[in-house]
């Protein structure tokens, strides 16, 4: 068996989990009706294989800090923990609602929906959820507010000896943080970063969250 055959049947192995868990998950959400067509499982695999799913913190800040009207941050953990802490502008749309309140703006197509919570499980569901729904323009931010709280409002350096890439990284990471939460001896806003992976366009930390949601 090739290198390209074990790649493939790892990715099989992947989306049968994925089907497995997304029906245990269902047995336990609110009874509602489901008013989707499921894309169909070739395609839904493809879309499990690519990698291009997931936006870094990094991008998500410079969003923020852009204030951009075509990028919708979305929270999937449940309301309290969304009233506890949650990232500035988002909205709360719990896994449960995600996919069966045909009103809410995670079923606009025409922008670009970042799900998130603690980690990446829960919105990792969300986002496979979704795509089965055949929902477009969704993706995950990664890492969640852990990597959030981690890379933006913490940012520590790299240990010696690091590259080039790594302190462009970490310099990036200060410059965001100083935005969120100040420093007098940093400017008050970041420089865009030109080199930062693209969103797809359509024209004090105490400690972590906890868990792997």
């Given at each position: ?24 998950w ?48 979305i ?7 969304y009233?506890?802490f ?14 069966f ?51 933006i409002?913490?940012p ?43 969103v ?14």
């Amino acid at each position: 068996m090739n290198y390209k055959m074990i790649i493939m049947k790892k990715n099989e192995i992947i989306l049968l989990g994925f089907l497995f868990l997304l029906a245990f998950w269902s047995l336990f959400l609110p009874k509602k009706v489901w008013v989707y067509h499921q894309i169909p499982a070739k395609e839904l695999h493809y879309e499990l294989t690519k990698n291009d799913k997931f936006i870094s913190v990094e991008d998500v800040a410079q969003a923020i800090i852009e204030k951009r009207t075509d990028l919708i941050l979305i929270d999937v953990r449940d309301t309290s923990q969304y009233k506890a802490f949650t990232l500035p502008g988002a909205l709360n749309i719990t896994y449960d609602s995600l996919l069966f309140k045909t009103d809410n703006i995670a079923h606009n197509p025409d922008l670009i929906k970042v799900l998130f919570s603690n980690g990446n499980t829960l919105a990792q569901q969300c986002w496979f959820m979704a795509k089965r729904a055949n929902l477009k323009n969704i993706y995950i931010m990664d890492g969640g507010l852990n990597a959030w709280f981690d890379n933006i409002l913490n940012p520590q350096p790299p240990q010696q000896p690091y590259s080039n890439e790594q302190d462009r990284l970490y310099q990036r990471r200060k410059g965001l943080s100083t935005y969120f939460v100040g420093s007098k001896n940093a400017p008050s806003t970041p420089t865009t970063n030109k080199n930062a992976i693209p969103v797809q366009q359509i024209k004090k930390k105490e400690s972590k969250l906890g868990g792997c949601s």
